[in-house]
């Protein structure tokens, strides 16, 4: 797959290189004409985004939508995909927006992308207006965390930090993070937990 890409050009990539690339099993971004590239998500990151998708877009007043892995082009030689974005659009079936269709911006953490999701892209997300920026950790295989920021000044502000998420911006929504995980991850803490009470009943 990698081996199809083509030779960086003199000058670095260019936003029409990216829609010259076919679709692929791999994200690709563009960070000052270099491009980025990083596989697909585990399933659960997958799911977890696909669901709180669903909801972000059954939530959303008229004129709002909610889409995710849609490229959103910075400027010209900068993209991101977001796991979750939340547009300004009724419709957002188009390849790729820029930030100023943008109202939030969701980024779900997989192992290895700590410093890109709490330093890199809301930094990033931060420069160019886009006002709500959430980040959903994952902690083990079935608890989840929610960090919600709004941009203040020109940076991001840290609101809330929680298992459930209610907010009056960028429209009304609450959604309490457990009802995201599919059957199987409850099924699996179901087990642990009950392992857990056996070893405090024998421990007594």
């Known amino acids: 797959m990698l081996a199809s890409f083509p030779v960086m050009p003199e000058g670095g990539f260019s936003l029409d290189d990216l829609d010259g690339m076919p679709e692929g099993l791999v994200r690709v971004e563009l960070t000052d004409g270099t491009l980025?590239?990083?596989p697909m998500p585990t399933g659960l990151h997958q799911y977890l985004a696909g669901a709180l998708c669903l909801r972000l877009d059954q939530a959303a007043?008229?004129?709002i939508g909610a889409t995710w892995g849609t490229e959103i082009r910075l400027d010209a030689s900068l993209t991101r995909i977001p796991d979750v974005v939340v547009l300004r659009t009724p419709a957002p079936d188009r390849r790729w927006f820029s930030p100023g269709n943008?109202?939030?911006a969701v980024e779900i953490?997989?192992?290895?992308?700590?410093v890109e999701e709490r330093i890199t892209r809301p930094a990033l997300y931060a420069r160019y207006g886009i006002p709500h920026y959430w980040r959903i950790e994952v902690e083990g295989d079935d608890e989840l965390v929610a960090v919600i920021h709004r941009?203040?000044?020109?940076?991001?502000?840290?609101?809330?930090?929680?298992?459930?998420?209610?907010?009056r911006e960028p429209f009304p929504f609450r959604l309490e993070l457990a009802a995201l995980?599919?059957?199987w991850a409850n099924?699996?803490?179901?087990?642990?937990?009950?392992?857990k009470r056996d070893r405090a009943k024998r421990e007594h």
């Open 109 to 114: 953490e997989s192992p290895g992308t700590h």
């Open 36 to 38: 980025s590239i990083s």
């Open 181 to 183: 995980l599919p059957h």
């Open 61 to 63: 007043p008229p004129g």
């Open 187 to 195: 099924r699996d803490r179901a087990k642990r937990d009950r392992a």
């Open 102 to 104: 943008v109202v939030l």
């Open 151 to 167: 941009l203040e000044g020109g940076t991001f502000a840290e609101t809330y930090r929680g298992g459930q998420i209610d907010v």
